[in-house]
């Protein structure tokens, strides 16, 4: 059932989910890492993501982790804050200023509902930072781990997805 819903809302915020498989395309291209198959849209927990080979260090296993969802989360922002500050306003009023607002606070939530990483690479990520990390890697990438790791299991049980529709309706009646 959980999957279902999962794989529900990713059709929902498919915007979301398409720009973070580029980017997720991209950093595999980056650290030369082969990609296996790259249809974002599928009925199983890899919804939303691509699938390729683990990454086999930890800048690597890192990066495809946190840059997807560090620029998921940054566009995010961007378009949940434009229309609050009333950049997307354009000197119109009423319903289309409104119906501008609306899409670009659900492109926001599409972003931020899809920008965590895969479990798979989370794990992956652990194990190639603090079994084949130096000491550096560590200190540096512990925080990014773990909003990485958390941030992949709130997506994963659709935590993330109630807590954006929770924001989004907040912004809309205000």
């Known amino acids: 059932m959980m999957n279902i ?28 890492v082969p990609v ?19 990454m086999p260090n930890a800048r690597g296993a890192f990066a495809v982790c946190f840059v997807p969802a560090f620029m998921n989360g940054l566009l995010a922002l961007f378009l949940a804050w434009a229309p609050v500050l009333g950049l997307f306003a354009f000197e119109m009023t009423g319903t289309a200023s409104r119906i501008i607002n609306i899409v670009a606070y659900w492109f926001a939530l599409s972003l931020f509902v899809n920008s965590f990483p895969s479990i798979e690479d989370a ?4 194990e190639k930072v603090y079994k084949n990390g130096n000491i550096f890697q560590k200190i540096f990438y512990t925080p990014g781990f773990l909003g990485c790791i958390a941030g992949a299991y709130l997506e994963r049980y659709l935590v993330s997805f109630v807590a954006s529709v929770g924001v989004l309706v907040y912004l809309l009646v205000k």
Not at 36 to 54: A, K, Q, V, W, Y
């Open 36 to 54: 296996e198959d790259n249809r974002t849209f599928r009925n199983d927990e890899l919804c939303s993501h691509i699938e390729h080979e683990l």
């Open 5 to 32: 819903l999962y794989v529900i809302t990713r059709f929902i915020t498919f915007p979301g989910a398409l720009v973070r498989a580029m980017w997720e395309h991209l950093v595999c291209r980056v650290c030369g």
């Open 123 to 126: 794990l992956n990520m652990k």
